[in-house]
């Protein structure tokens, strides 16, 4: 499961990856990977618009994995655009229009903490 949605006011992508293996990752951006449930890292793009992914284990995503990894995207966004992270009005947006992107498109139910 792959999906990719555009992040509002703060130019940049996010990809959300569901997958059996992350592999791919070490592979094609150089990361070092070791036995992750889950995994955040970002990658500038072009024209000033950065790219984001949120990757999850297939059968294996539960809201607190989720929700750690939208906090580095915050974090990600904040410094790569040199916003004051001690704002937390700002972070605090982030992660909450991040958390409601991989619920819908994980297709979590957010009170089983299990992939529906």
């Given at each position: 499961m792959?999906?990719?949605?555009?992040?509002?006011?703060?130019?940049?992508?996010?990809?959300?990856?569901?997958?059996?293996?992350?592999n791919?990752?070490?592979?094609?951006?150089?990361?070092?990977i070791?036995?992750?449930?889950?995994?955040?890292?970002?990658?500038?793009y072009?024209?000033?618009?950065?790219?984001?992914?949120?990757?999850?284990?297939?059968?294996?995503?539960?809201?607190?994995?989720?929700?750690?990894?939208?906090?580095?995207?915050?974090?990600?966004?904040?410094?790569?655009?040199?916003?004051?992270?001690?704002?937390?009005?700002?972070?605090?947006?982030?992660?909450?229009?991040?958390?409601?992107?991989?619920?819908?498109?994980?297709?979590l139910?957010?009170?089983?903490?299990?992939?529906?």
């Amino acid at each position: 499961m792959k999906a990719k949605v555009s992040i509002p006011i703060f130019f940049g992508d996010l990809v959300i990856t569901q997958t059996k293996s992350f592999n791919w990752v070490g592979k094609k951006y150089g990361y070092e990977i070791g036995d992750e449930a889950a995994l955040a890292f970002s990658e500038p793009y072009k024209n000033g618009v950065s790219r984001y992914f949120l990757c999850f284990k297939k059968g294996n995503t539960i809201l607190k994995d989720v929700i750690h990894e939208c906090y580095h995207l915050v974090r990600f966004i904040c410094n790569e655009r040199g916003i004051d992270f001690q704002n937390d009005e700002v972070g605090a947006y982030i992660i909450g229009w991040a958390y409601e992107q991989c619920v819908k498109h994980l297709k979590l139910n957010e009170c089983t903490q299990k992939n529906s």
